[in-house]
Protein backbone atom coordinates (compact mmCIF):
# COMPACT_ATOMS: atom_id res chain seq x y z
CA UNK A 1 0.00 0.00 0.00
CA UNK A 2 2.66 2.52 1.13
CA UNK A 3 5.05 1.71 -1.93
CA UNK A 4 1.90 2.39 -4.29
CA UNK A 5 1.63 5.87 -3.09
CA UNK A 6 5.36 6.33 -3.38
CA UNK A 7 5.22 5.51 -6.76
CA UNK A 8 2.02 7.32 -7.82
CA UNK A 9 3.72 10.54 -5.94
CA UNK A 10 6.72 9.89 -7.83
CA UNK A 11 4.48 9.59 -11.27
CA UNK A 12 2.75 12.86 -9.99
CA UNK A 13 6.25 14.68 -9.67
CA UNK A 14 7.29 13.56 -13.24
CA UNK A 15 3.90 14.69 -14.76
CA UNK A 16 3.63 17.90 -12.52
CA UNK A 17 7.47 18.81 -13.82
CA UNK A 18 6.59 17.94 -17.75
CA UNK A 19 3.43 19.86 -17.44
CA UNK A 20 5.24 23.06 -16.07
CA UNK A 21 8.00 22.62 -18.68
CA UNK A 22 5.04 22.03 -21.59
CA UNK A 23 2.97 25.32 -20.80
CA UNK A 24 6.41 27.76 -20.55
CA UNK A 25 8.48 26.71 -23.23
CA UNK A 26 7.68 26.50 -27.08
CA UNK A 27 9.20 23.23 -28.14
CA UNK A 28 7.72 23.56 -32.19
CA UNK A 29 10.81 25.14 -33.20
CA UNK A 30 12.64 23.04 -35.77
CA UNK A 31 16.13 22.29 -36.70
CA UNK A 32 15.37 22.71 -40.80
CA UNK A 33 14.39 26.36 -39.97
CA UNK A 34 17.94 27.14 -38.68
CA UNK A 35 18.71 25.67 -41.92
CA UNK A 36 16.51 26.76 -44.64
CA UNK A 37 17.18 30.47 -42.83
CA UNK A 38 21.01 29.82 -42.67
CA UNK A 39 20.93 29.00 -46.83
CA UNK A 40 18.93 32.53 -47.36
CA UNK A 41 21.13 34.20 -45.82
CA UNK A 42 24.21 33.01 -47.09
CA UNK A 43 22.44 33.63 -50.65
CA UNK A 44 21.71 37.14 -49.57
CA UNK A 45 25.47 37.36 -48.56
CA UNK A 46 26.36 36.45 -51.89
CA UNK A 47 24.72 38.12 -54.52
CA UNK A 48 25.07 41.30 -52.17
CA UNK A 49 28.58 40.50 -52.72
CA UNK A 50 28.01 40.66 -56.40
CA UNK A 51 26.57 43.78 -56.46
CA UNK A 52 29.39 44.99 -54.74
CA UNK A 53 32.06 44.16 -56.96
CA UNK A 54 29.62 45.39 -60.17
CA UNK A 55 29.60 49.02 -58.51
CA UNK A 56 32.34 51.28 -59.29
CA UNK A 57 35.47 50.60 -58.07
CA UNK A 58 35.55 53.80 -55.89
CA UNK A 59 32.43 52.45 -54.22
CA UNK A 60 33.95 49.10 -53.46
CA UNK A 61 36.74 50.41 -52.19
CA UNK A 62 35.25 52.77 -49.77
CA UNK A 63 33.10 50.30 -49.07
CA UNK A 64 35.85 47.55 -47.84
CA UNK A 65 37.74 50.27 -46.29
CA UNK A 66 35.32 52.08 -44.69
CA UNK A 67 36.14 53.13 -41.64
CA UNK A 68 33.03 54.52 -39.91
CA UNK A 69 31.84 57.13 -42.27
CA UNK A 70 31.25 57.61 -45.77
CA UNK A 71 33.75 60.05 -47.04
CA UNK A 72 31.90 61.48 -50.31
CA UNK A 73 34.01 59.92 -52.94
CA UNK A 74 31.10 58.08 -54.99
CA UNK A 75 27.98 60.68 -56.24
CA UNK A 76 24.84 60.62 -54.03
CA UNK A 77 22.92 58.89 -56.90
CA UNK A 78 25.24 55.46 -56.90
CA UNK A 79 25.25 55.66 -53.66
CA UNK A 80 21.25 56.67 -52.85
CA UNK A 81 20.56 53.80 -55.64
CA UNK A 82 22.59 50.94 -54.18
CA UNK A 83 21.92 51.31 -50.35
CA UNK A 84 17.93 50.93 -51.85
CA UNK A 85 18.83 47.92 -53.75
CA UNK A 86 20.97 46.05 -50.41
CA UNK A 87 17.29 47.31 -48.08
CA UNK A 88 15.26 45.17 -50.39
CA UNK A 89 17.56 42.23 -50.62
CA UNK A 90 17.60 42.85 -47.36
CA UNK A 91 13.90 42.70 -46.63
CA UNK A 92 13.29 40.07 -49.34
CA UNK A 93 15.58 37.75 -47.64
CA UNK A 94 14.22 38.35 -44.26
CA UNK A 95 10.86 37.64 -45.46
CA UNK A 96 11.58 34.35 -47.49
CA UNK A 97 13.74 33.20 -44.44
CA UNK A 98 11.11 33.80 -41.89
CA UNK A 99 8.29 31.91 -43.93
CA UNK A 100 10.42 28.67 -44.26
CA UNK A 101 11.32 29.03 -40.29
CA UNK A 102 7.08 29.47 -40.62
CA UNK A 103 6.52 26.45 -42.71
CA UNK A 104 8.82 24.09 -40.67
CA UNK A 105 8.03 25.50 -37.24
CA UNK A 106 4.22 25.10 -38.25
CA UNK A 107 4.73 21.30 -39.70
CA UNK A 108 6.51 19.92 -36.75
CA UNK A 109 3.63 21.58 -34.42
CA UNK A 110 1.07 19.63 -36.37
CA UNK A 111 3.25 16.52 -35.98
CA UNK A 112 3.59 17.01 -32.00
CA UNK A 113 0.43 18.09 -31.74
CA UNK A 114 1.21 21.23 -29.91
CA UNK A 115 -0.32 24.78 -31.00
CA UNK A 116 1.60 26.85 -32.72
CA UNK A 117 -0.18 30.11 -31.43
CA UNK A 118 -0.11 29.82 -28.04
CA UNK A 119 0.55 31.85 -25.30
CA UNK A 120 3.99 30.62 -24.96
CA UNK A 121 4.86 31.21 -28.69
CA UNK A 122 3.42 34.69 -28.63
CA UNK A 123 5.41 35.61 -25.34
CA UNK A 124 9.23 34.20 -26.91
CA UNK A 125 7.97 36.59 -29.74
CA UNK A 126 7.27 39.64 -28.44
CA UNK A 127 10.61 38.99 -26.20
CA UNK A 128 12.49 38.86 -29.50
CA UNK A 129 10.74 41.73 -31.04
CA UNK A 130 12.01 44.30 -28.58
CA UNK A 131 15.81 43.88 -28.76
CA UNK A 132 15.11 43.20 -32.73
CA UNK A 133 13.75 46.52 -33.39
CA UNK A 134 15.25 48.00 -31.40
CA UNK A 135 18.69 47.20 -32.73
CA UNK A 136 16.67 47.77 -36.83
CA UNK A 137 16.23 51.72 -35.71
CA UNK A 138 19.84 51.30 -34.39
CA UNK A 139 20.85 50.13 -37.61
CA UNK A 140 19.02 52.53 -39.97
CA UNK A 141 20.41 55.36 -38.50
CA UNK A 142 24.04 54.52 -39.06
CA UNK A 143 22.84 53.76 -42.84
CA UNK A 144 21.08 57.35 -42.34
CA UNK A 145 24.46 59.10 -41.22
CA UNK A 146 26.62 57.26 -43.80
CA UNK A 147 27.82 54.73 -41.00
CA UNK A 148 27.67 51.43 -42.63
CA UNK A 149 30.48 49.68 -41.29
CA UNK A 150 28.39 49.44 -38.12
CA UNK A 151 25.62 47.95 -39.60
CA UNK A 152 26.54 44.63 -39.34
CA UNK A 153 27.83 44.14 -36.13
CA UNK A 154 25.05 46.01 -34.68
CA UNK A 155 22.41 43.59 -36.44
CA UNK A 156 24.74 40.79 -35.12
CA UNK A 157 24.65 42.02 -31.41
CA UNK A 158 21.17 42.97 -31.31
CA UNK A 159 20.30 39.47 -33.28
CA UNK A 160 22.07 37.98 -30.40
CA UNK A 161 20.59 39.78 -27.44
CA UNK A 162 16.99 38.66 -29.29
CA UNK A 163 17.69 35.04 -29.35
CA UNK A 164 19.64 35.11 -25.58
CA UNK A 165 15.78 36.57 -24.67
CA UNK A 166 13.75 34.27 -26.51
CA UNK A 167 15.49 31.61 -25.22
CA UNK A 168 13.83 31.72 -21.83
CA UNK A 169 11.10 30.02 -24.18
CA UNK A 170 12.22 27.74 -25.97
CA UNK A 171 15.15 24.84 -26.31
CA UNK A 172 18.31 26.60 -24.60
CA UNK A 173 20.46 25.99 -26.88
CA UNK A 174 19.09 29.17 -28.61
CA UNK A 175 21.18 30.80 -25.43
CA UNK A 176 24.56 29.33 -26.64
CA UNK A 177 23.40 30.91 -30.50
CA UNK A 178 22.48 34.47 -29.22
CA UNK A 179 25.93 34.50 -27.32
CA UNK A 180 28.02 33.37 -30.57
CA UNK A 181 26.25 36.23 -32.77
CA UNK A 182 26.63 38.84 -29.87
CA UNK A 183 30.47 37.59 -29.51
CA UNK A 184 31.02 37.60 -33.69
CA UNK A 185 29.15 40.91 -33.84
CA UNK A 186 31.64 42.37 -31.26
CA UNK A 187 34.55 40.96 -33.28
CA UNK A 188 33.31 42.78 -35.92
CA UNK A 189 33.57 45.95 -34.29
CA UNK A 190 38.05 45.54 -34.59
CA UNK A 191 37.74 44.54 -38.39
CA UNK A 192 34.64 47.23 -39.64
CA UNK A 193 34.66 46.88 -43.30
CA UNK A 194 34.19 43.36 -43.22
CA UNK A 195 30.54 43.32 -42.15
CA UNK A 196 29.20 41.35 -45.47
CA UNK A 197 31.60 38.17 -43.91
CA UNK A 198 30.94 38.27 -40.59
CA UNK A 199 27.19 38.43 -42.11
CA UNK A 200 27.89 35.47 -44.04
CA UNK A 201 28.94 33.84 -40.97
CA UNK A 202 26.74 34.89 -38.72
CA UNK A 203 22.93 34.99 -40.24
CA UNK A 204 24.38 32.02 -42.57
CA UNK A 205 26.95 29.76 -41.00
CA UNK A 206 26.15 29.59 -37.81
CA UNK A 207 22.23 29.49 -38.20
CA UNK A 208 22.97 26.12 -40.92
CA UNK A 209 25.37 24.93 -38.20
CA UNK A 210 23.07 25.25 -35.59
CA UNK A 211 19.88 23.88 -37.25
CA UNK A 212 21.44 21.14 -37.93
CA UNK A 213 22.74 20.70 -34.29
CA UNK A 214 19.57 21.08 -33.14
CA UNK A 215 17.82 18.65 -35.95
CA UNK A 216 20.56 15.90 -34.65
CA UNK A 217 19.13 16.52 -30.98
CA UNK A 218 15.60 16.90 -31.08
CA UNK A 219 14.44 15.94 -34.31
CA UNK A 220 15.93 13.05 -35.88
CA UNK A 221 14.51 10.61 -32.95
CA UNK A 222 11.05 11.92 -33.24
CA UNK A 223 11.42 12.03 -37.02
CA UNK A 224 12.25 7.94 -36.85
CA UNK A 225 9.37 7.76 -34.19
CA UNK A 226 6.60 8.90 -35.78
CA UNK A 227 8.41 6.76 -39.58
CA UNK B 1 5.25 15.63 9.06
CA UNK B 2 4.44 12.04 10.53
CA UNK B 3 2.35 10.86 8.10
CA UNK B 4 2.18 12.73 4.87
CA UNK B 5 0.26 11.17 3.41
CA UNK B 6 -2.30 13.04 5.46
CA UNK B 7 -0.91 15.92 3.88
CA UNK B 8 -1.90 15.35 0.31
CA UNK B 9 -4.33 17.43 -0.74
CA UNK B 10 -7.80 15.60 -1.86
CA UNK B 11 -8.73 18.48 -4.08
CA UNK B 12 -5.63 17.59 -6.50
CA UNK B 13 -6.39 13.83 -6.40
CA UNK B 14 -7.15 14.38 -10.02
CA UNK B 15 -4.65 14.65 -13.01
CA UNK B 16 -6.74 17.27 -14.67
CA UNK B 17 -6.66 19.59 -11.60
CA UNK B 18 -3.00 19.07 -10.37
CA UNK B 19 -1.93 19.69 -14.27
CA UNK B 20 -4.25 23.01 -14.04
CA UNK B 21 -2.34 23.88 -11.28
CA UNK B 22 1.38 23.02 -12.28
CA UNK B 23 0.48 25.06 -15.19
CA UNK B 24 -1.11 28.43 -13.85
CA UNK B 25 1.85 27.85 -11.33
CA UNK B 26 4.77 28.87 -13.92
CA UNK B 27 2.58 31.21 -15.93
CA UNK B 28 1.16 34.32 -15.09
CA UNK B 29 -1.95 33.93 -16.78
CA UNK B 30 -3.69 30.90 -19.72
CA UNK B 31 -6.45 31.01 -21.39
CA UNK B 32 -9.01 27.86 -21.75
CA UNK B 33 -7.14 27.26 -25.30
CA UNK B 34 -3.94 27.31 -23.87
CA UNK B 35 -4.92 24.57 -21.01
CA UNK B 36 -6.47 22.03 -23.37
CA UNK B 37 -3.31 22.86 -25.58
CA UNK B 38 -1.25 21.40 -22.17
CA UNK B 39 -3.02 18.55 -21.48
CA UNK B 40 -4.92 17.17 -23.98
CA UNK B 41 -8.41 16.78 -21.90
CA UNK B 42 -12.43 17.49 -24.00
CA UNK B 43 -13.91 20.74 -23.34
CA UNK B 44 -16.85 19.89 -20.69
CA UNK B 45 -13.79 17.95 -18.80
CA UNK B 46 -11.75 20.84 -18.62
CA UNK B 47 -14.46 23.11 -17.60
CA UNK B 48 -15.52 20.80 -14.74
CA UNK B 49 -12.47 20.71 -13.37
CA UNK B 50 -11.78 24.70 -13.74
CA UNK B 51 -14.94 25.16 -11.70
CA UNK B 52 -14.11 22.99 -8.72
CA UNK B 53 -10.42 25.13 -8.42
CA UNK B 54 -12.21 27.94 -8.70
CA UNK B 55 -15.48 27.28 -6.46
CA UNK B 56 -12.19 26.86 -3.75
CA UNK B 57 -10.63 29.85 -4.56
CA UNK B 58 -7.36 28.26 -5.63
CA UNK B 59 -7.54 29.92 -9.21
CA UNK B 60 -9.01 33.46 -10.22
CA UNK B 61 -11.49 33.60 -13.70
CA UNK B 62 -10.82 36.89 -15.53
CA UNK B 63 -13.44 37.22 -18.14
CA UNK B 64 -12.54 39.67 -20.80
CA UNK B 65 -12.68 40.60 -24.52
CA UNK B 66 -10.59 40.05 -27.70
CA UNK B 67 -11.81 41.77 -30.17
CA UNK B 68 -15.26 40.95 -30.17
CA UNK B 69 -15.07 37.52 -29.11
CA UNK B 70 -14.65 36.48 -25.17
CA UNK B 71 -11.32 35.55 -23.79
CA UNK B 72 -11.61 34.40 -20.15
CA UNK B 73 -8.05 34.36 -18.44
CA UNK B 74 -7.37 32.07 -15.71
CA UNK B 75 -4.55 32.38 -12.71
CA UNK B 76 -3.14 30.66 -9.64
CA UNK B 77 -4.56 32.91 -6.34
CA UNK B 78 -2.22 32.70 -3.34
CA UNK B 79 -4.55 30.42 -1.42
CA UNK B 80 -3.85 28.31 -5.00
CA UNK B 81 -0.06 28.98 -4.49
CA UNK B 82 -0.09 27.93 -0.53
CA UNK B 83 -2.19 24.73 -1.21
CA UNK B 84 -0.13 23.47 -4.52
CA UNK B 85 2.97 24.01 -2.81
CA UNK B 86 1.63 22.47 0.20
CA UNK B 87 0.61 19.31 -1.70
CA UNK B 88 4.17 19.38 -3.66
CA UNK B 89 5.91 18.81 -0.15
CA UNK B 90 3.97 16.13 0.94
CA UNK B 91 4.71 14.68 -2.34
CA UNK B 92 8.29 14.95 -1.75
CA UNK B 93 7.97 13.74 2.07
CA UNK B 94 6.89 10.61 0.76
CA UNK B 95 9.34 9.62 -1.82
CA UNK B 96 12.36 10.67 0.83
CA UNK B 97 10.43 7.61 2.74
CA UNK B 98 11.20 5.23 0.29
CA UNK B 99 15.04 5.69 0.60
Same mark, same amino acid.
Given at each position: ?5 Q ?11 S ?27 L??R??? &? ?6 Y ?13 V ?14 L ?5 V ?15 Q?G &?K ?7 QM ?8 V ?17 IA ?11 Y ?7 S ?20 G??L ?30 A | ????? &? ?34 V ?10 T ?8 V &?K ?15 A ?20
Amino acid at each position: MKEKTQLESVRTLEEIRSIMSRSVRFFSLNGWSGVWAGCVGLAGALIARSWI &QDLPPVYYNTVRKMRGSYDGVVSNEVYTGATIKFLILAILVLVVAIAGGYYFTNRKAKQTG &QKLWNSTSKQMILHMSIPLVMGGIFSLFFLANGHEAYIAPACLIFYGIALYNGSKYTYSDIMYLGYMEMALGVVNMFFLGYGLTFWAIGFGGLHILYGLIMWNKYDKKGAKATA | MKDPI &QHLNKIFDSRIRIGIMSALAVNEKLNFNDLKGIMDVTDGNLATHLKTLEEHEYIKV &QKGFVGRKTNTTYSITKAGHKAFTDHLNALEEIIKKMK
